[in-house]
C-alpha cells in the first residue's frame, strides 16, 4: 500500500451538498473523485448504473481497470463483496462491535477482510488514476469508520452539514436517479421524523468517529456563500504541503451522487434556501425542535444576526 495516498472523506447526511463540494474540489486538486466508493460493487460493478463519465460503470474503462486490479490475484466475485460489505456496515451491528470491540467473531473476521478490499480497491484506483488524492463522498459513519481504520493516518474527514430543516424539506421532493438508465428510479424520500432523527444521528456518529478520522466542518450554506473562503480552509486543513493543483486533465468518474453531476457547471454555485418560503409551519415548527441542539451547535440558529434561521 502506498503511505502517499492521501483520502478524503466527505462525511454527512443526504441532501448536504456533497456532489457541489465534490466537484468544487475537483477545480482545486489534482484527485481521483470517485463518488460514493460504498456502492461501487452493487450500483457500480452489479447493476451497471452510470458513472459521471456517462457510460455504466461495468463498462466504463477507468471502473473497468480499477475492478481488474482489485480482482488480480485474488478471484474476487463482486457480489459475494457486496454481501460482505453489508455484513458488516449496518449501523447497529458496526457501532455495537466496535465499542464493545468484541473478539473472534465472523462480524471481526468479516471486518478484515472488507477493510483488505478497501484498501486493494483504492490502491487500484491510484494507479488507474494516476493520483494521489482520492475523494470518496460515500457519506457515510460505518463506511467513514472502516476506511479510517484501513488508512491510518491518511484519511481526512470532511464533516458536511446543512440546516436541518432544508435537509428534511429536499427528503420531501423527489428526485430522479438518473444513474439508473434502464428505467425510472427515484431517489428515497424521508418523513419529516426520519429526516429529523437521521440527521441527528448521522453527525453525531461523525463526531464520535473523529478522534480517529480528524475532522474538518464545512456548513453547506457557508460553501455556497462562500466557497472560495471554504475551500481555501479545507485545503490547508487537508495537507497544504503535498497537495496537488488540479491540471484541467482528471476527469470524474464517480459512482452514484446527486444527479448534479451529470449537468451542472463545476463552477455553477447557487444557495438553494427554497425551504425558507416553502417549509412553514407546524412541519418546520417539528423538525427545528427535533434537532435545536445541533442546530444550536453548529449555529443554524443563532440569537445574533448572523443567524441561517429563515427570516
Ligand atoms: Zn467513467
Given at each position: 500500500m502506498s503511505d502517499n495516498i492521501q483520502i478524503i472523506l466527505i462525511g454527512g447526511y443526504g441532501r448536504s451538498g456533497s456532489t457541489l463540494l465534490e466537484m468544487l474540489l475537483l477545480d482545486r486538486l489534482k484527485a481521483a473523485s470517485v463518488g460514493e466508493?460504498?456502492?461501487?460493487?452493487?450500483?457500480?460493478?452489479?447493476?451497471?448504473?452510470?458513472?459521471?463519465?456517462?457510460?455504466?460503470?461495468?463498462?466504463?474503462?477507468?471502473?473497468?481497470?480499477?475492478?481488474?486490479?482489485?480482482?488480480?490475484?485474488?478471484?474476487?466475485?463482486?457480489?459475494?463483496?457486496?454481501?460482505?460489505?453489508?455484513?458488516?456496515?449496518?449501523?447497529?451491528?458496526?457501532?455495537?462491535?466496535?465499542?464493545?470491540?468484541?473478539?473472534?467473531?465472523?462480524?471481526?473476521?468479516?471486518?478484515?477482510?472488507?477493510?483488505?478490499?478497501?484498501?486493494?480497491?483504492?490502491?487500484?484506483?491510484?494507479?488507474?488514476?494516476?493520483?494521489?488524492?482520492?475523494?470518496?463522498?460515500?457519506?457515510?459513519?460505518?463506511?467513514?469508520?472502516?476506511?479510517?481504520?484501513?488508512?491510518?493516518?491518511?484519511?481526512?474527514?470532511v464533516h458536511l452539514v446543512r440546516d436541518s430543516r432544508a435537509v428534511a424539506y429536499s427528503f420531501q421532493t423527489p428526485k430522479v436517479r438518473r444513474e439508473v438508465h434502464w428505467k425510472t428510479e427515484m431517489m428515497g424520500t424521508n418523513s419529516l421524523l426520519r429526516a429529523a432523527v437521521t440527521w441527528n444521528y448521522i453527525n453525531g456518529a461523525l463526531e464520535r468517529i473523529a478522534g480517529k478520522a480528524g475532522l474538518h466542518r464545512i456548513r453547506y450554506e457557508d460553501l455556497a456563500t462562500d466557497p472560495t473562503r471554504m475551500l481555501d480552509d479545507l485545503i490547508t486543513y487537508i495537507d497544504p504541503a503535498t497537495q496537488d493543483t488540479a491540471d484541467g486533465t482528471v476527469s470524474s468518474h464517480s459512482v452514484s451522487g446527486n444527479p448534479m453531476r451529470f449537468s451542472v457547471s463545476k463552477r455553477e454555485v447557487r444557495l438553494d434556501e427554497r425551504w425558507k418560503q416553502k417549509f412553514a409551519g407546524w412541519r418546520r415548527a417539528v423538525v427545528t425542535a427535533l434537532t435545536l441542539h445541533r442546530l444550536l451547535k453548529y449555529r443554524f440558529i443563532t440569537f445574533g444576526s448572523s443567524s441561517h434561521e429563515g427570516k
Open positions: 466508493l460504498k456502492y461501487l460493487w452493487q450500483r457500480g460493478f452489479i447493476r451497471g448504473e452510470l458513472c459521471a463519465c456517462g457510460t455504466p460503470v461495468n463498462t466504463c474503462p477507468f471502473w473497468g481497470d480499477v475492478g481488474g486490479r482489485v480482482r488480480s490475484g485474488a478471484d474476487t466475485d463482486f457480489t459475494e463483496v457486496e454481501a460482505l460489505r453489508l455484513s458488516v456496515e449496518r449501523h447497529r451491528m458496526h457501532f455495537i462491535h466496535r465499542d464493545l470491540k468484541i473478539p473472534s467473531t465472523t462480524y471481526t473476521q468479516n471486518r478484515a477482510a472488507y477493510i483488505e478490499i478497501l484498501r486493494g480497491t483504492i490502491q487500484a484506483i491510484a494507479e488507474s488514476s494516476g493520483c494521489n488524492i482520492i475523494i470518496d463522498s460515500s457519506k457515510d459513519p460505518a463506511h467513514i469508520d472502516l476506511m479510517a481504520e484501513a488508512f491510518p493516518g491518511q484519511v481526512r474527514l
